[in-house]
């Protein structure tokens, strides 16, 4: 077993805070009230479907959660005919 | 066409999601193209031990209410890229899980996968029994102790009553998997041997996943132990497991105890 390995043994645990830390502070932020992200997903989607067609195979919704700062990715695929009649 | 696996038990806590993780991702590091789902509604958990529960978009109750389509709420494993989750809803109600809905989505996975395991909840309720609905094979967790075998024994019940494919007269093929072995227990007596559960049960072994540090951190650090450390027995053993799973013909070894001061020093790496 070499030191590294020591080290990262002892290392297990506090990643594991961590990890929880981040992901109970958002859950309990949403417990009780509408979830951010969903809010967020639908209204985006409202508001760009009021624009041009878009097929919900279309759309990609990825999420990050960090510590300070999430990241939302929506990436939609608009068809170049319907952008185009707009 | 997947095969649809449920990882159930009965008893709560005896290794469920951490089997569904370290079994998905043993398939899928063989190169299956695996889903694993979680039908723990309220209680999820597979995501933090797959270490994506900062990536949860939609889940299970979303895909089967047409809020998302099943492609966008699937994701997709970061160090393996043939492993998906299908999370749980942590927020909805258990009722909202419909077995239209579930077999809709299962319908769907079956088509794009080639094996779909579906983590259970405890207990032998709705939630337990809609994970097995559709199963064609079902790896029973139990640890070698007497109220986890007597839940397995229920839930053997259940596979082949309450099951699609028991109610058309055909059979959900059983495994159990002991986890939790710990040799040294066994060797002083304290344990149900592996004989006597296998008795008992009158099911097939699947493996033996031993009692192991390495389990505790993989969970941690959220990763499954055949990808967090794939020398350690317990990950050896469910790498084994998966190739039982696949029809392999792999030799049982029983894991043993190793006391000698050699194996304290050294023996950690491969234990
Ligand atoms: N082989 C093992 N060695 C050591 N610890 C283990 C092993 N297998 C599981 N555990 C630990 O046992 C605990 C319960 O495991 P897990 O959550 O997988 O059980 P479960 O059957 O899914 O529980 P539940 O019924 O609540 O869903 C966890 O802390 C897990 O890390
Ligand atoms: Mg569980």
């Known amino acids: 077993m070499s030191l590294f390995d020591m080290f990262k043994r002892r290392g297990s645990a506090p990643v594991a805070r961590d990890r929880l830390q981040l992901l109970l502070a958002y859950e309990r932020n949403n417990r009780n009230q509408p979830d951010l992200v969903a809010m967020l997903r639908e209204e985006i989607m409202a508001v760009i479907t009021r624009h041009v067609q878009v097929d919900q195979d279309d759309v990609r919704v990825t999420m990050d959660r960090g510590a300070t700062m999430s990241t939302l990715e929506i990436d939609i695929h608009i068809p170049n005919a319907a952008a185009a009649a707009h | ?105 299962i319908a769907e996975l079956r088509e794009k996968f080639d094996y779909v395991i579906c983590d259970s909840p405890a207990g032998i309720e709705r939630g337990a029994q ?9 790896v029973i967790v139990t640890n070698p102790e007497v109220s986890s075998v007597r839940d397995a024994d229920r839930i053997i019940g259940l596979l082949d009553s309450r099951t699609l494919r028991a109610e058309r007269g055909e059979s959900v093929n059983k495994y159990i998997l002991v986890t939790r072995y710990d040799a040294a227990r066994a060797a002083r007596g304290e344990m149900l041997t592996i004989d006597d559960v296998l008795d008992i049960l009158s099911t097939p072994l699947l493996g033996i996943i031993p009692e192991s540090e390495g389990v505790l951190r993989s969970s941690n650090v959220g990763s499954p132990v055949t990808l967090n450390e794939p020398n350690n027995a317990a990950a050896r053993a469910y790498f084994e497991a998966a190739r039982r799973l696949q029809g392999e013909d792999v030799p049982m070894v029983l894991p043993v105890d190793r006391r000698g001061l050699f ?6 790496r491969a234990a």
Do not use: C, H, Y
């Open chain 2, 1 to 105: 066409m997947a095969k649809v696996v449920v990882v159930t038990s009965g008893k709560g806590g005896v290794g469920k999601t951490t089997s569904t993780a370290s079994l998905g991702a043993a398939l899928a590091q063989a190169g299956k193209k695996v889903a694993v789902i979680d039908f723990d509604v309220g209680l999820r958990n597979l995501d933090l031990v797959l270490g994506a529960e900062r990536r949860v978009v939609f889940d299970l109750i979303n895909v089967t209410q047409g809020v998302a389509k099943l492609s966008q709420a699937l994701i997709r494993d970061k160090r393996v890229d043939t492993l998906f989750l299908l999370p749980a809803s942590q927020t909805r109600d258990k009722d909202a899980l419909t077995e239209e809905g579930v077999a809709n989505v």
């Open chain 2, 263 to 268: 194996d304290r020093l050294f023996g950690r």
């Open chain 2, 130 to 138: 809609l994970a097995m609905r559709f199963a064609d094979e079902a």
